[in-house]
RNA sequence: GGAGGGUUGGCUGAGUGGUCGAAAGCGCCGCACUCGAAAUGCGGUAAGGGAGCAAUCUCUUCGCAGGUUCAAAUCCUGCACCCUCCGCCA
């Protein structure tokens, strides 16, 4: 969410933003509808004045035919007041509803394209590995290795299932301690936070799309049931399963106000992530690349307003992925995220995509995004300046390590011509008995 | 599954229909006293929005949403959340 009158001010821009964001919203209607608001509330807002003066005079009346005659313009007033009340709240919502839709501006290094074809890659590091015996993925190795088991998973999960077994457990578990252990070191504060969540975290970071929940474009699950509460009886509020840990990681904030001394805020979290993959029918339809859920390490920044500052740590925090991927030894590059496929809300992206030989292609293995205020304004996060002003904070995030695609790209990077896989170096430590590669089962 | 208590300003907490945006204390800010500080004394101190250069004026807000009433922190209904006890369970 913007501030309307920035909105005002740079409409022209915010416009072009849209359109480059692919963003179909009636801008003209949102002006109009922001004018009639205010009309319509300065008009109940000096009624309410008016009937705040006669419920004083009330109290002072001297007399029943006083008293009456107060009474009597009172209700006049309070009629009045009920006819424009609703008029206000009705272009009010209408005013809401679109102002929940419009975007972000980007940074001026953001590139704007047409599709996520028009991303720009910005930097490629490590070595493809060059394999003198036919490879497999990592479908075929999880198989032979006897540590992902595809079948089972659709019988028991349905599509996009899985079960992980044996070392490969030991190996995604020693990728998750040593992404969080990685960011610990860095400063950043642990939590693991809720994954199953009330509507108010989703809608504030930009999950939804408008102010509720929309089965139909937004990539959420809702819990179906209710769960039972302290009374025993079932709470009505809806809840939903986030897709990252960063919904719960920022909301922990809303509605408070932080000092600009503690700031910037560095957090990362350890949770369990569902996506509906709903606008996703049809891609990556094989294979371990695309599921449902998955665990991952996420990490969240809350810092003062300064733009050049935010897109400094938002470099720093890109910064921490890339030596994640150089540790783990992966080949990636980096993108920087056009116009065209980054969200609503976010001023600046990139993606981080690991090189997966099996697949024959890159893989997103991370994202970091800077929203500036964006999501601040929805969760109503802000600080308190030196000048003691209020501001809303910044917030970025980034992802440390998710748990399929990087296994997919370490099982197939480092995949021996024995058939056995080595496990890279800095994940060692957290294997049982250290240890170095996992072979074949036959 | 059962029984009860609660949600008020930065915090503790009083307030059961108008004099309440709200006592008192703590905290914080200013001033006095002091060489300085502590202690003490005096004064100020909720948030959000709107109009105005400003002084200032004004609207909304006592968990949230409705309702009753000329008038609601206070009465009624629903919802959310927190806590205590018993039972069951990981």
Redesign the pocket.
């Known amino acids: 969410m913007l501030d309307?009158?920035f909105i005002r001010e740079n409409i022209e821009a915010i416009k072009q933003v849209a359109k480059d964001k692919k963003i179909d919203l009636d801008f003209d209607r949102l002006l109009a509808v922001d004018k009639e608001r205010?009309s319509l509330?300065?008009e109940?807002?000096?009624l309410?004045?008016l009937?705040?003066?006669?419920?004083?005079m009330?109290?002072k009346a001297e007399g029943d035919e006083e008293r009456k005659e107060?009474?009597e313009k009172?209700?006049e007033i309070?009629t009045k007041i009920e006819i424009k009340e609703p008029q206000y709240?009705k272009i009010k919502e209408e005013f809401d509803a679109l102002m929940v839709k419009v975007p972000n501006i980007v940074s001026a290094d953001t590139p704007v394209g047409k599709s996520g074809e028009d991303n720009v890659e910005v930097g490629k590091f490590g070595k493809i590995p060059e394999f003198g015996f036919p490879i497999k993925d990592h479908i075929q190795l999880g198989k032979d290795l006897d540590i992902l088991d595809l079948e089972k998973g659709a019988k028991v999960a349905g599509y996009r299932g899985y079960y992980v077994k044996n070392e490969g457990v030991s190996l995604m578990m020693a990728m998750m301690m040593y992404a969080l252990n990685k960011m610990i070191e860095k400063g950043y504060a642990p939590m693991i936070p809720p994954t199953l969540v009330?509507g108010s975290a989703l809608f504030g970071t930009g999950y939804f799309k408008g102010l509720e929940y929309d089965s139909e474009v937004d990539e959420v699950y809702q819990v179906a049931s209710?769960d039972?509460?302290?009374?025993?009886?079932?709470?009505?509020?809806k809840k939903f399963l986030v897709g990252t840990a960063e919904p719960s990681l920022l909301a922990y904030y809303s509605d408070e106000?932080l000092k600009e001394e503690n700031l910037p805020l560095k957090v990362c979290g350890y949770s369990q992530c569902y996506r509906s993959e709903i606008g996703s029918y049809g891609k990556d339809t094989r294979g371990f690349y695309r599921v449902h859920e998955f665990m991952k390490v996420e990490q969240v920044v809350l810092m003062a307003a300064d733009e050049e500052a935010s897109i400094k740590m938002h470099d720093d925090m890109l910064a921490i992925s890339k030596e994640i991927h150089d540790e783990l030894g992966l080949p990636y590059r980096v993108l920087s995220i056009c116009t065209a496929d980054m969200s609503a809300g976010k001023f600046r992206a990139f993606d981080i995509e690991a090189w997966m030989p099996g697949l024959d292609r890159w893989g997103e293995t991370g994202s970091a995004s800077n929203f500036t205020d964006w999501q601040a304004r929805r969760l109503n996060v802000?600080y308190v300046d030196k000048d003691g002003e209020?501001k809303h904070v910044y917030m970025l995030n980034n992802t440390v390590l998710p748990s399929p695609r990087p296994f997919i790209a370490i099982l197939e990077n480092f995949q021996q011509a024995d058939g056995s896989v080595l496990i890279p170096e800095v994940l060692r430590k957290y294997m049982p008995g250290n240890m170095e590669k996992i072979s074949p089962k036959k």
């Open positions: 309307i009158k205010i509330r300065q109940v807002e000096q309410q004045a009937k705040n003066d006669l419920n004083a009330i109290t107060i009474i009172g209700k309070k709240k009330k209710g039972k509460e302290a009374d025993g009886k079932s709470s009505k509020e106000v802000k209020k």
